[in-house]
Nanobody, 125 residues
Framework: QVQLMESGGAAVQAGGSLRLSCAAS????????MSWFRQEPGEERERVAS???????TYAYFVEGRFAISKDNAKNTLYLQMNSLKPEDTGVYYC???????????????????WGQGTQVTVSS
């Protein structure tokens, strides 16, 4: 079971930037689909950005063009570069790992998710 630890959250002003990190306890390359989610108080957790099982990247529409997900496989670390931050980006940001499973000639992300403890991002206007 992979363990995840996020860092990098902070309080910033609107228009600012932050870089979040998620350190995994062991190798994630080719083993896990990796994602960033966020959650505001009283709201459901929502997906922000993901690497899928074949390494393709997808973004939620509300961060497209402002956020960038990346990973350093040598360091077992996932990143989220957040630019042009808005007050509505405020929340606890979590990284998630889903085991990659085979299905026929291809692969998919398992429904099982492993979560980190989260890191708080607060954007003031």
């Amino acid at each position: 079971q992979v363990q995840l630890m996020e860092s990098g959250g902070a309080a910033v002003q609107a228009g600012g930037s932050l870089r979040l990190s998620c350190a995994a306890s062991h190798n994630i390359d080719g083993r896990y689909c990796m994602s960033w989610f966020r959650q505001e108080p009283g709201e459901e957790r929502e997906r922000v950005a993901s690497f899928d099982s074949d390494g393709e990247i997808t973004y939620a529409y509300f961060v497209e063009g402002r956020f960038a997900i990346s990973k350093d496989n040598a360091k077992n670390t996932l990143y989220l570069q957040m630019n042009s931050l808005k007050p509505e980006d405020t929340g606890v940001y979590y990284c998630a790992a889903q085991p990659i499973l085979p299905i026929g000639p291809t692969t998919y992300c398992s429904g099982q998710k492993y979560w980190g403890q989260g890191t708080q991002v607060t954007v003031s206007s």
